[in-house]
């Protein structure tokens, strides 16, 4: 799935306490699988295995999920060697 969001500056201007580069608001994203077949979905590579399994009949449990944003230009540039 590819999300896009793409406020104008109107938008982005919302918050007049937040630093330049900050937006007001909240962004909601709603998925679901595709279920296709009742034993879910197993994909195998390199002798390890992951099995995706979504039954339809139980509710969805809750998520809290948080995105970090780093603005700060410490990952610009080369890479450093391992």
Known sequence: AHVSFKPNLDQQRKCPNCTDTAIDGRIIV??????????????????YFAH??????????????????DVSGSMWGIKMKQ
């Open 30 to 47: 709603r998925y679901d699988v595709k279920r296709e077949l009742n034993g879910g979905n197993l994909q195998v590579s390199n002798g």
């Open 52 to 69: 995706f399994f979504a039954p339809d009949n139980l509710p969805p449990l809750p998520k809290n999920i948080i995105f970090v944003i």
